[in-house]
């Protein structure tokens, strides 16, 4: 099943913050302290990023990193799969086939998760995510849970 | 499936080109007309490559012609040519589900994609959704067709509370 590598959430933190305003530059710990994640990992995803025109870096005093990208093409699938080609399929084509007829089933149903998943990163581009971002729908979660709680005293 | 409260409204965009806004400004979002079904059917055609004429004229008469209400058949037309069409209708408690809109169909020509077309699309039929009374809109479609998901996607719509399942017939 797939779960996101911290390589992966690292690289959708630090892009989606630069995304967020194209013209800000920010350096990488800025990013690392907003979100608590180590800079030293951090650092090297963002030179993955950087080699794959992502992002890209600015030199000397007030320096750091800047978008580069198109946030109305780039999708998390995109970003996902520098970090973890397996995403995609490879990793399990390169996986050893069950030999039994519970673990083939139970290869249906996974494989049944996991493209509902990759269905679900390729269809949502970094402006999808940055409009969810700024509409907040985990407030409304909580503004909800909040008005039936009021409601039950 | 995905779903999306009616609540949000309106076209979020990071970023509108000015050739963007001179379309949305020129576009008129209308009934589809008999006269449309033409240019529909060959809309539908150029986008996937196969032509059904049959299906579209009978979508045009339960839809457009003699519509009931709560089914809408839309189309959007620039400097008169159809751009884009989109069909929706209102629908209430199969699967349990209370009423809401279901969006069954929307094409925009793929030259005029990335310019709102679609979007002006959705949000006129979302507010005649909204005229009705329903608060959620719905749709359903291909696990493979990323353009259309991400356009879906990008106007806020979320997967919903229903799974669809399927078997084949032996």
Known sequence: MMKLQKATCFALFAVLELAADPSRQLAAADIADKYGISLHHLAKVLRDLGRARIIESARGVGGGYRFAGNPRRLTLMDIIELFEPSASGQAKRDEPRPTTDVGRALRVVLDEIDEHALATFRSITLSTMLKIVAQRPWSGMNDRKARKRAAQR | ?170
């Open chain 2, 1 to 170: 499936m995905a779903t999306k409260s009616l609540k949000w409204r309106g076209n979020t965009d990071v970023k509108t080109t000015a050739v963007a806004t001179d379309i949305r400004a020129e576009l008129r979002i209308r009934p589809a007309a008999l006269s449309d079904v033409p240019s529909v059917i060959a809309l539908d055609e150029e986008v996937t490559g196969l032509a059904k004429p049959v299906y579209w004229q009978d979508t045009f008469d339960r839809f457009g012609a003699r519509s009931r209400a709560g089914r809408f058949f839309l189309v959007a037309e620039l400097q008169g040519c159809i751009e884009g069409f989109v069909v929706g209708e209102v629908r209430a408690w199969e699967f349990g589900s209370p009423p809401c809109g279901w969006i069954f169909a929307i094409q925009v020509r793929p030259k005029g994609r990335l310019k709102g077309v679609g979007t002006q699309l959705f949000n006129a039929l979302c507010e005649r959704f909204r005229r009705t009374g329903v608060a959620k809109v719905r749709t359903m479609l291909a696990r493979d067709n990323t353009t259309i998901l991400s356009f879906f996607r990008s106007q806020g719509m979320m997967a919903g509370p229903f799974i669809e399942l399927e078997t084949t017939l032996d």
